[in-house]
Nanobody, 116 residues
Framework: QVQLMESGGGLVQTGGSLRLSCAAS????????MSWFRQAPGKQREFVAT???????LYAESVKGRFTISINNGKNTVYLQMNSLKVEDTAVYYC??????????WGQGTQVTVSP
């Protein structure tokens, strides 16, 4: 089992920055991939970025060049540095962990609101 705790959301103006964190606890040795997804009101949840424990990253086109995903040395916390935020980045951001046995765990979500 893996438990996830997200933090760092809030209200920011267009062009501003926020840093999201997602701390994992539990069976950390099973973690293989850590990702961020988001869900805007009335829309489906969408992929934002992912990082493997080996450090490989992948980004959605809509955030490439503005967002940076990283993982700490202990491999238990994933960060999402969000720069040059746009109104369309407003959403609830969710952390997801995929284990080596392909089990998925989701965080509770953190609200990011970007004002004009």
């Amino acid at each position: 089992q893996v438990q996830l705790m997200e933090s760092g959301g809030g209200l920011v103006q267009t062009g501003g920055s926020l840093r999201l964190s997602c701390a994992a606890s539990g069976n950390l040795f099973s973690i293989n991939v850590m990702s961020w997804f988001r869900q805007a009101p009335g829309k489906q949840r969408e992929f934002v970025a992912t990082v493997t424990t080996a450090g490989t990253t992948l980004y959605a086109e809509s955030v490439k060049g503005r967002f940076t995903i990283s993982i700490n040395n202990g491999k238990n916390t994933v960060y999402l540095q969000m720069n040059s935020l746009k109104v369309e980045d407003t959403a609830v951001y969710y952390c997801k962990v995929l284990t080596r046995s392909n089990a998925e765990y989701w965080g509770q979500g953190t609200q990011v609101t970007v004002s004009p």
